[in-house]
């Protein structure tokens, strides 16, 4: 289980981060939303490490990791991260960035790990293919590649359907889905958009300036007179009627 614990963080003079809990269980995809500047990406820099502050807690399975040894790579080992700016190596082919991502792995075990990711990402027609020359969907697909090439305890993926179709949005949905089953870890998406995790996510938590305002499952959700839950229902109904079904159908 992932455990994040946020007293208080002042990220400006005039904003902070306060009384921020969340669990997430080993399986389960935990969606945290909320308008830009709400906090969301603050929270993600937290969670993997990236930003320091001594005085919040981040638990995977118990253990402490903000235990406040200096680390040369500030980001946790631990964590896989995808972040809302990728930064890939555009003049590797799609394969050649792979075996550079499983370089660790014996070499008689290279080729065969690195062609069943390509597929479960459905890249393998890409593997020649220039990173420079992906489309945004793909890169995508290839930066989550690159969050899971190590051993990791759990996900973190900041914003990672802004840049998508619809289409896309549903075959990356997919692959989120199967990495976070078969591996059996934690996973925090972070959306501003509701509908991009409707039913891809476990449970979900609603930030709005700096505050945890709302989180469940997805059936407290759907049942919660709170006011920022009604609002956010009205928004996607009066967006697109066609919502309203699975809203109705929320497990």
């Known amino acids: 289980m992932l455990k994040i614990g946020i007293k208080k963080h002042q990220v400006t003079s005039h904003f902070a981060l306060s009384n921020i809990q969340?669990?997430?269980?080993?399986?389960?995809?935990?969606?945290?939303?909320?308008?830009?500047g709400s906090g969301k990406s603050t929270i993600a820099n937290l969670l993997v490490g990236v930003k320091y502050?001594?005085?919040?807690?981040?638990?995977?399975?118990?253990?402490?990791?903000?235990?406040?040894?200096?680390?040369l790579i500030p980001q946790f080992k631990q964590a896989g991260y995808v972040p809302q700016t990728l930064h890939l190596k555009p003049?590797?082919?799609?394969?050649?960035?792979?075996?550079?991502?499983?370089?660790?792995l014996p070499n008689a075990?290279?080729?065969?790990?690195?062609?069943?990711?390509?597929?479960?990402?459905?890249?393998?027609?890409?593997?020649?293919?220039?990173?420079?020359?992906?489309?945004?969907?793909?890169?995508?697909?290839?930066?989550?590649?690159e969050a899971i090439s190590q051993p990791i305890s759990y996900l973190v993926l900041d914003e990672p359907f802004s840049q998508l179709d619809t289409e896309q949005k549903l075959e990356f949905s997919q692959i989120i889905a199967s990495v976070v089953?078969?591996?059996?870890?934690?996973?925090?998406?972070?959306?501003?958009d509701l509908t991009d995790i409707l039913q891809l996510s476990h449970s979900?938590?609603?930030?709005e300036n700096g505050k945890l305002v709302f989180q469940g499952s997805w059936t407290k959700f759907k049942d919660s007179p709170n006011k920022v839950v009604l609002r956010l229902k009205k928004a996607i109904l009066d967006w697109d009627n066609q919502m309203k079904s699975l809203i109705n159908n929320l497990r």
């Open 22 to 36: 969340i669990k997430v269980k080993s399986g389960e995809i935990y969606a945290l939303i909320g308008k830009s």
């Open 53 to 71: 502050d001594p005085a919040y807690s981040i638990k995977i399975d118990s253990k402490e990791l903000n235990d406040g040894i200096d680390r």
């Open 91 to 104: 003049h590797h082919s799609v394969y050649n960035y792979a075996q550079v991502l499983f370089q660790y």
């Open 109 to 145: 075990q290279q080729d065969a790990v690195i062609t069943k990711h390509l597929k479960q990402f459905y890249l393998i027609k890409q593997k020649d293919t220039k990173v420079a020359s992906l489309s945004g969907g793909e890169r995508q697909k290839l930066a989550l590649l």
């Open 181 to 192: 089953d078969e591996r059996a870890i934690p996973c925090v998406l972070i959306s501003h």
């Open 204 to 207: 979900v938590g609603i930030m």
